[in-house]
Nanobody, 117 residues
Framework: QVQLVESGGDLVERGGSLRLSCACS????????MSWYRQAPGKEREFVAS????????SYTDAVKGRFTISRDNRKKTAYLQMSNLRSDDTAVYYC??????????WGQGTQVTVSP
């Protein structure tokens, strides 16, 4: 059974930091690109960051560059999103995604990040 379990979401003050985790099981984690997406209230889900299977390629949406860091540990089958200097517009439900090109695409249930003004 495929599982992606996000954790680490919380209420944090503006300027604060959080580390999200995405613990995975039920698929060959080390072959998958891992990404984080987020969805704010009333908005569509948007891409935040991705890391390739071997961590060679990393990308970020412009809004988080310099503040967020994506990483992964293939031994632990876990992806991370370190978020710092959080702003109010970072408030959203954050989702973990595992993708193997056009073959498989898996999503977690999401974790809420709320940044107080």
């Amino acid at each position: 059974q495929v599982q992606l379990v996000e954790s680490g979401g919380d209420l944090v003050e503006r300027g604060g930091s959080l580390r999200l985790s995405c613990a995975c099981s039920g698929f060959s984690f080390s072959f998958y690109k891992m990404s984080w997406y987020r969805q704010a209230p009333g908005k569509e889900r948007e891409f935040v960051a991705s890391v390739s299977a071997s961590s060679t390629y990393i990308s970020y949406t412009d809004a988080v560059k310099g503040r967020f860091t994506i990483s992964r540990d293939n031994r632990k089958k876990t992806a991370y999103l370190q978020m710092s200097n959080l702003r109010s517009d970072d408030t959203a439900v954050y989702y973990c995604n595992a993708n193997l090109e056009s073959q498989n695409d898996y999503w977690g249930q999401g974790t809420q990040v709320t940044v107080s003004p």
